[in-house]
């Protein structure tokens, strides 16, 4: 094994690019998808019929594609339709429609939302209907129950299985390296086809994943044990989304 490449400037900025771009790929479409996912999962449960509709088959369509063919979609088709809107390049938003890296967060932000908006519909439908009337006795308007008290119970049942979804969105960030980002993988290509080395690069960027899992591993188990009314011994079991 040769690492002697890990001392050159230049490879290095490369991984620190990368590392970076990782990282805000995935902090980014992780938030924005999560709010998605709570529309998601509100229309279908409490929405008018035909949005509830539009958001199952949403979640239908985005869930029986490949996250591949759908950066491909979103890169190479909507983005080239977009160019050829008039006008289009003289505008602010040219520089963020020509840049991969907004079709990447649009991928993955749509994915997470069509993931996890199933997971939140299955918590929230299991949330006990007991519960959502006490708050009612209470007074509390809809809204109210809704984001003090149906919305962050039905994250409490649902934790492990977000932690899974969070990991899932890490593994899928290379995806990205096929439209031109640079991300972790982009950068260990560089490296091999420069240096002609297949097996290090790889095995650096496979232990910084590997480390990066664990962080959210730990994060997300801390997240668990001290959310709020969850404790260890008697926390809910992970729920399990419904096929939409």
Do not use: H
């Amino acid at each position: 094994m040769d690492f002697g490449w890990v001392d050159n400037a230049v490879y290095l900025g490369f991984l620190w690019e990368g590392f970076v771009n990782t990282l805000i790929l995935m902090a980014v479409s992780g938030v924005l998808g999560f709010a998605l996912a709570v529309l998601v999962a509100l229309a279908q449960i409490s929405g008018p019929r035909p949005l509830g509709w539009l958001a199952r088959g949403f979640t239908t369509v985005i869930r029986g594609t490949p996250l591949l063919v759908q950066l491909f979609f979103f890169y190479d088709g909507v983005g080239r339709l977009l160019i050829e809107i008039p006008g289009i390049r003289e505008t602010f938003v040219w520089p963020v429609l020509r840049d991969a890296f907004f079709y990447g967060i649009l991928a993955f932000t749509i994915s997470v939302g069509a993931y996890t908006g199933e997971v939140l519909r299955g918590a929230m439908t299991s949330v006990p209907r007991g519960e959502l009337e006490a708050a009612r006795a209470f007074g509390l308007s809809r809204r109210t129950i809704l984001w003090r008290v149906w919305l962050p119970r039905a994250i409490q049942i649902c934790l492990p299985t977000l932690t899974g979804e969070v990991i899932l969105l890490l593994k899928s960030v290379p995806l990205v390296s096929t439209i031109a980002v640079m991300d972790l993988l982009k950068a260990a290509n560089i490296i091999r086809d420069e240096t002609f080395l297949v097996y290090e690069p790889l095995l650096l960027i496979a232990g910084i994943y590997i480390a990066l899992t664990l962080v959210l591993t730990l994060g997300m188990r801390t997240v668990e044990t001290r959310f709020p009314g969850v404790r260890p011994a008697t926390r809910q079991p992970q729920c399990v989304a419904t096929a939409g």
